[in-house]
């Protein structure tokens, strides 16, 4: 070779170890040497989850991954209203999944440490999903497009629709119906960093040149936090939400008050 002991990557990696999957998708390390590696898709791998572990290991619908090929054959399940049968296909933040055949229809949230879980919606509601705004720019023939944190590009958006805005998608049309601006005073997901899966109110931002925006974001029971722009999902005017929200309103305990619940649960 013309450098030799330099070899050069041989395409796309196949193989996931367990030890080296992401700790929200709560796979033991007993079980196995491998994990599930998620397709390229729509999500990025460490923050998504491949459809086989939604189906064995959260719906428990299947006890192994060759009777979830057999379910995902039978082009039972759809995806942000598609059919999808690949079961390494990653399904990330907002994403909405339906089985038809059990009339099931979640959308995949986080909870308030920082893990997928799926969150049981109407029917209606699995008609559209909401997309955070990554791009916004001119694209040929002067077009204005934006993408979306989920891979979708639409074209000719509203004029007033930036960076960091929340759009309301038709799945059946791709067609933006709603969105709603980066602003204070409006509801907030954190979709990433030490406080993912809180849910809140943006409060303040301040913008730190040569470094990142930090975004002031109060809960629920009035606790006040602080994250990265990037981090901050907004999913409603003021404290309305365009999506239903889990129980715990993203609100989350301290140690003390998670133990005292668990114990009231076994109590009960």
Same mark, same amino acid.
């Given at each position: 070779p013309e450098f030799p002991g330099v070899t050069m990557a041989r395409g796309p990696k196949h193989h996931l170890k367990r030890l080296n999957a992401p700790n929200h998708w709560m796979? !033991?390390?007993?079980s196995g040497v491998w994990a599930p590696r998620p397709s390229c898709g729509p999500h990025k791998l460490r923050e998504s989850i491949p459809l086989v572990l939604l189906i064995r290991n959260r719906l428990k619908y299947a006890l192994t991954y060759r009777e979830v090929r057999l379910i995902l054959?039978? +082009? *039972? =399940?759809? =995806?942000?209203?598609? =059919? +999808?049968? !690949? *079961?390494t296909f990653p399904v990330g933040f907002m994403d909405t999944v339906e089985i038809e055949k059990s009339g099931d229809c979640f959308r995949l949230l986080l909870d308030t440490k920082g893990r997928f879980f799926l969150h049981r919606i109407e029917k209606t509601e699995a008609e559209y999903k909401l997309c955070k705004v990554t791009q916004v720019f001119l694209g040929p023939k002067g077009v204005p497009q934006l993408v979306t944190h989920d891979g979708r590009t639409i074209r000719y958006p509203h004029p007033a629709i930036k960076v960091n805005d929340t759009v309301k998608v038709n799945l059946a049309t791709g067609k933006i119906t709603e969105y709603v601006k980066f602003e204070t005073g409006n509801l907030c997901y954190i979709t990433a960093g030490n406080n993912a899966g809180r849910i809140g109110v943006v409060t303040h931002s301040e913008k730190h040149d040569g470094s990142f925006t930090t975004v002031q974001v109060t809960d629920a029971s009035g606790v006040s936090f602080a994250t990265r722009m990037e981090n901050v999902f907004i999913i409603g005017n003021e404290t309305k939400s365009m999506a239903s929200l889990p129980k715990a309103k993203g609100v989350r305990c301290t140690n003390i008050q998670d133990r005292k619940k668990r114990l009231e649960k076994l109590a009960a």
């Amino acid at each position: 070779p013309e450098f030799p002991g330099v070899t050069m990557a041989r395409g796309p990696k196949h193989h996931l170890k367990r030890l080296n999957a992401p700790n929200h998708w709560m796979l !033991d390390k007993m079980s196995g040497v491998w994990a599930p590696r998620p397709s390229c898709g729509p999500h990025k791998l460490r923050e998504s989850i491949p459809l086989v572990l939604l189906i064995r290991n959260r719906l428990k619908y299947a006890l192994t991954y060759r009777e979830v090929r057999l379910i995902l054959n039978q +082009r *039972a =399940v759809k =995806v942000d209203g598609k =059919v +999808r049968s !690949d *079961a390494t296909f990653p399904v990330g933040f907002m994403d909405t999944v339906e089985i038809e055949k059990s009339g099931d229809c979640f959308r995949l949230l986080l909870d308030t440490k920082g893990r997928f879980f799926l969150h049981r919606i109407e029917k209606t509601e699995a008609e559209y999903k909401l997309c955070k705004v990554t791009q916004v720019f001119l694209g040929p023939k002067g077009v204005p497009q934006l993408v979306t944190h989920d891979g979708r590009t639409i074209r000719y958006p509203h004029p007033a629709i930036k960076v960091n805005d929340t759009v309301k998608v038709n799945l059946a049309t791709g067609k933006i119906t709603e969105y709603v601006k980066f602003e204070t005073g409006n509801l907030c997901y954190i979709t990433a960093g030490n406080n993912a899966g809180r849910i809140g109110v943006v409060t303040h931002s301040e913008k730190h040149d040569g470094s990142f925006t930090t975004v002031q974001v109060t809960d629920a029971s009035g606790v006040s936090f602080a994250t990265r722009m990037e981090n901050v999902f907004i999913i409603g005017n003021e404290t309305k939400s365009m999506a239903s929200l889990p129980k715990a309103k993203g609100v989350r305990c301290t140690n003390i008050q998670d133990r005292k619940k668990r114990l009231e649960k076994l109590a009960a």
